[in-house]
């Protein structure tokens, strides 16, 4: 396109993350863009000390990228959109969505178990509270326990014995090439559902660079966007952000979005779950770039279905997840 400015892309040094810096790479070197990697070490990889729902909210593996962007050394960030924090930060915007991976969550066990079958007692690891909550509401006998690191660390701990099975999310898998002959089980959507954003990329510029927004835009899938939107109006309402173990799974089907919600006790013992939705045409749906009063009726689904899980005592439920 004649265009000489090179793109710099700031990323996460993980392999996960550098597969996808390089990916919207590809995709933006296909539309005639010049771009090239930088990676940033954030907060988040090196405090091994949080658990892995606190990284969130507090935005420790974007914060550092996002301040890059601000300051003009990179144009570009490429986020997992379930670690970027639903509050928007003055000067940059969420340019584009790509198309969603798998949405869900994969458990990989010793012996393929299936979860199902494990003994009581049996020791399952997970980072994240939204998924210990949940395993604990459908095996309220089993160990949950913390597990850090990338999946590649957690598979060998897994392996030498750490554990008797391990709880991933299958978009991950999937891009790292590990394939579903090495997995046991999908646990979506009957036990797990996922975190907001989860199987998404979100992919930031700054609010005032059209020169970047007008290849980046290009990138977005608009039924993905919606579903992100929707999920992450929810979770700011809520005021979930926290350690609160809160999932969400939003989805186009025919004619509809629809905005399936839970809220658990980070026990397991409390759970509730309410599906909402709203009437989005599939023509509406794929129009790019999507019409603002369309990304308003996503986000207005989240707000009201957060709504009446507050009625119903979310609330009370992630308060109790914030108190030690």
Same mark, same amino acid.
């Given at each position: ?188 959507? %009957?036990? @797990?559902?996922?975190? $907001?954003? *989860?199987? &998404?990329?979100?992919?930031?510029? +700054?609010?005032? #660079?059209?020169?970047? =927004? ?73 129009? %790019?770039? @999507?019409?603002?009063? $369309?990304? *308003?009726? &996503?986000?207005?689904?989240?707000? +009201?279905?957060? #709504?009446?899980?507050? =009625? ?13």
């Amino acid at each position: 396109m004649g265009n000489r400015r090179t793109f710099r892309i700031g990323t996460r040094r993980s392999a996960l993350a550098q597969w996808q810096a390089v990916w919207v790479a590809e995709q933006l070197q296909s539309l005639g863009a010049t771009v090239e990697l930088v990676p940033m070490v954030t907060e988040g990889d090196r405090r091994q000390d949080l658990q892995a729902d606190a990284w969130t909210s507090r935005g420790v593996f974007t914060r550092e990228i996002q301040k890059a962007l601000l300051e003009n050394q990179v144009d570009i960030a490429v986020h997992s959109l379930k670690d970027l924090p639903t509050q928007p930060v003055d000067g940059l915007i969420l340019a584009a969505v790509p198309r969603r991976g798998p949405v869900g969550d994969v458990l990989i066990s010793r012996g393929g178990i299936r979860l199902a079958d494990m003994p009581p007692g049996a020791v399952l690891g997970t980072g994240s509270l939204r998924r210990q909550a949940q395993l604990l509401h459908a095996r309220p006998d089993l160990q949950i326990v913390s597990v850090r690191g990338n999946v590649d660390t957690r598979i060998r701990k897994l392996q030498a014995g750490q554990y008797d099975g391990i709880v991933l999310a299958e978009a991950g898998l999937s891009r790292l090439g590990i394939s579903e002959s090495e997995w046991t089980e999908r646990l979506f959507p %009957a036990v @797990l559902l996922p975190a $907001v954003g *989860q199987g &998404a990329l979100g992919v930031e510029i +700054r609010a005032d #660079d059209s020169e970047t =927004a007008s290849f980046v835009r290009q990138l977005d899938h608009p039924p993905s966007h919606l579903a992100a939107a929707a999920e992450r109006a929810m979770l700011a309402h809520l005021h979930g952000g926290c350690l609160a173990p809160v999932a969400a799974w939003a989805r186009m089907e025919q004619n509809q979005l629809l905005l399936t919600g839970r809220v658990l006790h980070s026990t397991g013992q409390q759970m509730l779950q309410l599906t909402e939705s709203v009437e989005i045409s599939v023509d509406q749906a794929s129009s %790019a770039p @999507l019409e603002a009063e $369309v990304f *308003q009726k &996503a986000v207005d689904l989240g707000r +009201r279905l957060a #709504d009446l899980l507050l =009625a119903q005592g979310a609330d009370q439920l992630i308060q109790a997840s914030r108190t030690p």
